[in-house]
């Protein structure tokens, strides 16, 4: 059974540090992975999907990567703002998706 | 943009009850699906949805669920007898193919009493 780990589970950093967000799985046979951003009491944004056969996806200020062989994903944030403060899930995609518990960021100005 | 929308967006019932969520996919998206987020906890996958029928369910996914394609816009998930412990937030979501992105709606918070 896939098991999803997000390393730390809270975060807080002040404003315009660059930061690294860790997520480990179990089975490496996945299809893709999704970052996800989770706002107090709201839904799921998604930031970045990237399939199987990637390393690496990059959205703005955003870059994750994959290492599908260690079972490993991390999401860079570079010099971060109060406004990314949030909970940050990644999710494994193989026919159901699988989601960590998250890192809970907060980015202090 | 294009975004899912649920509703109601909370829901209070009493135990015993059958409540039905309302989820509006994004229009052009064929795989649809139902997760759920007790407090504290993480996201759990329920089932997934292609072509009117169950792709994938979750082992949480029991005879008390049941998923329904009404229309050509509404994706409904149906709990026939509502326990304290269906209470959560549910979130639909929705991707073009099975490996896309998927597009997460605001959820419904349902309250079992």
């Known amino acids: 059974k896939q098991e999803v780990t997000q390393i730390p589970a809270a975060l807080s950093v002040p404003e315009g540090e660059n930061l690294v967000l860790n997520c480990s799985f179990t089975?490496?046979?996945?299809?893709?992975l999704q970052w996800f951003r989770q706002d107090p009491g709201k839904g799921l944004t998604s930031l970045l999907l990237i399939q199987s056969s990637q390393r690496e996806q990059t959205s703005g200020r955003l870059n994750a990567s994959l290492d599908k062989s260690s079972g490993r994903s991390t999401l860079y944030i570079a010099a971060s703002q109060p406004g990314d403060s949030a909970t940050y899930l990644c999710a494994v995609n193989n026919n159901d998706m699988r989601f960590g518990a998250g890192t809970r960021l907060t980015v202090k100005p | 943009e294009p975004e899912v929308t649920q509703t109601p967006s909370h829901q209070v019932t009493q135990m015993g009850q059958e409540v039905i969520l309302r989820c509006v996919p994004i229009s052009n998206h064929l795989y649809f699906y139902w997760y759920r987020q007790i407090l504290g906890q993480k996201v759990e996958f329920l089932v997934s949805f292609y072509n009117n029928e169950i792709s994938e369910k979750s082992e949480i996914f029991d005879d008390q669920f049941s998923v329904e394609r009404p229309d050509g816009s509404n994706f409904t998930l149906k709990i026939r007898s509502t326990k304290l412990e269906d209470s959560a937030m549910y979130f639909c979501a929705s991707s073009k193919q099975t490996r896309d992105t998927q597009y997460f709606g605001p959820g419904t918070r349902l309250t079992v009493l």
């Open positions: 089975d490496s046979a996945i299809y893709n």
